[in-house]
Each structure stands twice: as structure tokens, then as C-alpha cells.
Nanobody, 126 residues
Framework: QVQLVESGGGLVQAGGSLRLSCEVS????????MAWFRQAPGKEREFVAH????????YNPESVKGRFTISRDNAKNTVYLQMNSLEPEDTAVYYC???????????????????WGQGTQITVSS
């Protein structure tokens, strides 16, 4: 069983930055691919970043490309989401997710992930 615990959420002004962390336990961290999703009130959960087992391959959708960066530290069993130039539209609960599959198929699809964290709230004020 894999457990994911997010931290680093909070309130920030528009234009500011935050870094989220997600610590993974219960399985060899380097054997799971990781991702971040977010869900705003009244909206569906949305993909924002993916990183491969090794950290060599990353992907962001256009909505956050150039502002959000995903990274991982396999020695610390932790994945990060650095968020810059935050906008009020980025307000949401942010979730980290993990999956055993190491390929690129379905990286933006919620049901392709095996494990989820409990989420952390990000609020961006205008």
C-alpha cells in the first residue's frame, strides 16, 4: 500500500509563489510515477503535472505551462510542485497521485492513478 501526504498549501496573493510537497510511503518511491491534479469548487478534477519514475520526463498542460514545475527527490520520497505567477483561477484543492505504470499513456486521466493524497487547499487572492 502506498500513502501520500501533501503539504505546503495556503493563502497567497496573485503573482506570488508556493511550493507543494507530497511525501510518499509504503513502497519504493522510485518505482512509481507521480502527478498533481487540482479541483476547484464546482469543477472537475484537473491534471496539472506529471513526472516519470526517474524524474527525467515531465509534462504540464498549457493552462499551467511555464508557471508550474514538478520535480522529485527520490532520496526523500517526495515530489514537489513549484507554482509561480499564481492567479486567482489557480484556487483549488491540489492532490498528488501515484501510479505503478511507468509509461506515458493516460497521464492526464484520473482513473489511471492508483493512489491519491488527501489534498491541500491553495487560495489565490486578487
Amino acid at each position: 500500500q502506498v500513502q501520500l501526504v501533501e503539504s505546503g498549501g495556503g493563502l497567497v496573493q496573485a503573482g506570488g509563489s508556493l511550493r507543494l510537497s507530497c511525501e510518499v510511503s509504503g513502497r519504493t518511491f522510485s518505482s512509481v510515477a507521480m502527478a498533481w491534479f487540482r479541483q476547484a469548487p464546482g469543477k472537475e478534477r484537473e491534471f496539472v503535472a506529471h513526472i516519470s519514475w526517474t524524474g527525467v520526463s515531465t509534462y504540464n498542460p498549457e493552462s499551467v505551462k511555464g508557471r508550474f514545475t514538478i520535480s522529485r527527490d527520490n532520496a526523500k520520497n517526495t515530489v514537489y510542485l513549484q507554482m509561480n505567477s499564481l492567479e486567482p483561477e489557480d484556487t483549488a484543492v491540489y492532490y498528488c497521485a501515484a501510479r505503478h505504470y511507468g509509461g506515458s499513456y493516460g497521464i492526464q486521466t484520473i482513473n489511471q492513478y492508483d493512489y491519491w493524497g488527501q489534498g491541500t487547499q491553495i487560495t489565490v487572492s486578487s
